[in-house]
């Protein structure tokens, strides 16, 4: 694979994750990434179309605090927020967190509203293995933004998924 | 009945954003692991809590195998009035829990 700095990866990975699906906040929604660019996210591709229905998710307003470097998969701590004024206009009314390679890629289905105050959760994952852990977040006007980051496992959660 | 340790500010001022903690007491058993005799041990995770305030629900979670055991939440809410928060969850096997806190809200 060739080297990127964090940053670029990171986009790559996010242009690529439904191919093309999640946008850079600025480009218009235009033609798939050609096979070839995709990035190794395939596995969410269906787990984002069944949430956003085939709208775009664009790059950006999500934030994912999670350690670069967790050494058990059985307990990640994660802090997900998302920029929004949380007004009665404009709040988020659903957010996703995602994982690329546990057994089951929704982690978790939030629903927030205006009374929330605070576009912000925090809690503890398990991951199996090193990977993408992504975030989606839907708005009240139906966008839909998103974010992804990548950690690594030293002891992964779930062996007795494949069998082991 | 599952158990729990929340936390919630005793007071808070109209308008602030508090923030919540909820830590309940639950294995999370993700479906996936064998028992001793190499049966599988059914799927068993805390798949949906909800917070009210005053009644009103100000945050809900489908959590599913990928939240680590003994689920920990740190949320907010907008306080407003005086009052109850209350949290309600319920596992895959139909176990309920609840808990409840009071709030002080001055102006």
Redesign the interface.
């Known amino acids: 694979m060739m080297r990127h700095t964090p940053n670029t990866l990171r986009r790559r990975v996010l242009k690529g994750i439904a191919g093309g699906v999640l946008l850079p906040a600025s480009a218009p929604a235009r033609a798939q990434l050609p096979q070839s660019a995709r990035p190794p996210l395939a596995e969410l591709v269906p787990v984002l179309k069944d949430i956003t229905g085939g709208a775009a998710v664009r790059e950006g307003r999500v934030k994912l605090q999670i350690p670069k470097l967790a050494e058990n998969g ?3 701590p994660l802090t997900v927020s998302v920029d929004s004024p ?1 007004t009665a206009a404009d709040h988020v009314r659903t957010l996703y ?1 995602l ?1 690329e390679k ?17 576009a ?8 199996a293995g090193a990977q993408y852990v992504v975030a989606v977040a839907q708005m009240s006007d139906g966008s839909f933004w998103g974010t992804a980051t990548d950690v690594i496992v030293t002891e992964t959660a ?1 062996l ?2 494949d069998g082991v | 009945m599952s158990l729990a340790r929340i936390l919630v500010p005793p007071k808070a001022r109209r308008g602030d954003v508090v923030d919540v903690r909820i830590a309940i007491q639950h294995p999370m058993e993700t479906g996936f692991r064998m028992d001793n005799n190499g049966r599988k041990i059914a799927k068993n995770v805390v798949n949906n809590l909800v917070c009210r305030y005053n009644g009103a629900e100000v945050f809900r979670a489908e959590l599913g195998s990928g939240i680590a055991a003994n689920p920990y939440l740190q949320f907010y809410f907008l306080a407003k009035d005086s009052g109850k928060v209350e949290f309600e969850w319920v596992d895959d096997a139909g176990e309920k829990g609840s808990a409840a806190a009071s709030i002080a809200v001055t102006a």
């Open positions: 059985h307990l990640v949380m967190l994982s546990n057994p089951r890629p929704v982690i978790a289905k939030i629903g927030m509203g205006p009374d929330t105050g605070r912000a959760l925090t809690t503890r994952i398990r991951l779930c007795d998924a």
